[in-house]
């Protein structure tokens, strides 16, 4: 499992291999190199053999974490095939001047806003760079000026730091969750999560600006007719629609659903999103079908993060996460040192 990982985080760091073709490998590597391997709660016994590994390789496909991940893939499909991600980001910037830095500030609020609505930080940037792309083509700005790269980037990074402060905003958080839970016998709210959490993501947002504005000071202090250009775009995709509202509605009550957890009911974080999820599908009542659900869909991700969790969750079952946490901990001198004889 060892060997497994360093290859893991060699392929992952060079991309030598694609990240959905890299799972695909390293779960058929967990499955035939731990079928030789003994079972770790029986050593003196038989080695593992392929079935036992196998259920290893999968173990992460299991996780409520993944299913959130494939949600949160499917809000993103369905922001994207009713265009409320375009509107929401249309409406907020909108709302500020022309002025390049007053722009960003406009998109940080724009991610701000997607991480309490899609619980996953590739998904919501999926979403927000395509319409800041946009948005970049529409001001008739280079695609490869400052101003350009500080828009993207700022937009992406404020998806980031967000996971911090909102339990939903990231699948980790989930599988950190999970963890806790298995190791302490206890669970954190979403409130409890967001009263902890926001303050260090609200400090990040504001050094996130300052620094990239600085690192990435726009080449022009306002937009030529930027204003005119989004009252443009909004009065051109007209009035909210039905499958806009509808949308808007599924997840506004799913992030009650999350914000009252353990206090108006016990429903868990993952159940609730795909009981919103299947409402988004269904004919009449949902806002997209199958079809427009899987129109660049990232399969390879979800398998990705599947793929994750097993790794992590084997090295624990066979022991190498012990092995090496006390490696690390004797070699670096923060072991607990030996009890004196009394």
Known sequence: MLAILAFAVI???TEALDYAVSSVVIGALMIFLLAYAPDAAKPAGPDMGTGAALGLALSGFSNSAVALVAAACFIAAAMSATGLDRRIALKVLSRVDAGTNHIVIGAMVTGFLLSF???????????????MMGFILAFKVDRRSRFAGLLVITAAQTASVWNIGI????????VAIGFIEKQ?????SWTEWFIAGA???AVLSVAVYFIMTRMMKPEMKEIAGGQATIRQQLEAIGPMTLRQWKLLAIVLVLLG???TEKVLHNFDTSSTTIAAIALM?????????????????????VILFAVGISVGTALLKTNAAGWLANLIASTSGCSRPAPLPS
């Open 117 to 131: 609505i899609v619980p996953s930080t590739t998904a919501r940037v999926a979403c927000l760079v395509p319409i």
């Open 281 to 301: 599908l269904v004919p009449r009542l949902g806002v997209m079908d199958w079809k427009e659900s899987q129109r660049g869909f990232p399969w390879g991700t």
């Open 199 to 201: 303050p260090f993501s």
């Open 11 to 13: 392929v992952w760091m």
């Open 257 to 259: 659903f999350w914000a």
């Open 167 to 174: 339990k939903t905003a990231a699948a980790q958080n989930m």
């Open 184 to 188: 302490f016998g206890t669970s954190i």
